[in-house]
């Protein structure tokens, strides 16, 4: 029995109370940029380049708030797949991203944050970048350093450290499973 064949499938799910945080931390920068944006507070002093990056920050938090609220009311289900054959984010494609396809692992920090970088082979890579809204998001984590398919932890069960450590893990299993076949039996003469 090979080492991957003893791996559990893993399947994870957003964390309530982390959403829950999320959603708190939204609602008061909206909050927050709405003041500003439409001078609640009667400030005088207010450019116009401060109003104008405040009514962006509202658009962008407004929005970043829903989809958490969204996500919240409306997912029970898992979202993060890791198998033996592969790792399944349904966030970013229904498809499955095989062991075999990965070249590298690694971690992309921002602040306290782990996200982990899955770097493609260039044929499978192109299969995630389908539409006009991936290309550009694709383009913002290459310009940042992030080069390859980013699977965010935040709001899942799982942590970016553990599931970090979680995915070398399957990749090394599944690479070595790929390259220790067993060589072909003969077939038996007659």
């Known amino acids: 029995m090979s080492v991957s064949q003893n791996l559990p499938n893993l399947a994870f799910g957003y964390s309530v109370p982390r959403l829950l945080k999320m959603l708190a931390a939204g609602v008061f920068l909206t909050l927050l940029c709405a003041a500003i944006a439409f001078n609640w507070l009667n400030i005088k002093t207010l450019t116009a380049f401060q109003i104008t990056a405040s009514y962006v920050g509202l658009a962008v938090c407004g929005f970043a708030t829903l989809r958490v609220l969204w996500r919240l009311v409306s997912s029970r289900q898992p979202v993060l797949f890791i198998t033996r054959v592969g790792l399944r984010d349904t966030r970013i494609a229904d ?4 062991w075999k396809s990965v070249r590298d692992i690694s971690d992309w920090r921002y602040r306290s944050q782990i996200i982990v970088v899955l770097k493609l082979d260039p044929l499978v890579a192109d299969r995630f970048e389908v539409g006009l809204l991936k290309r550009i998001i694709s383009m913002m984590n290459n310009a940042v350093g992030a080069e390859g398919v980013l699977v ?10 553990t599931l970090l450590e979680t995915c070398k893990q399957y990749w090394k299993a ?3 499973a790929s390259t220790a076949r067993p060589a072909a039996q003969p077939e038996p003469v007659h």
């Open 152 to 161: 965010n932890p935040g709001g899942l069960t799982i942590d970016g450290e």
């Open 174 to 176: 599944g690479r070595l």
């Open 95 to 98: 498809d499955t991203i095989s």
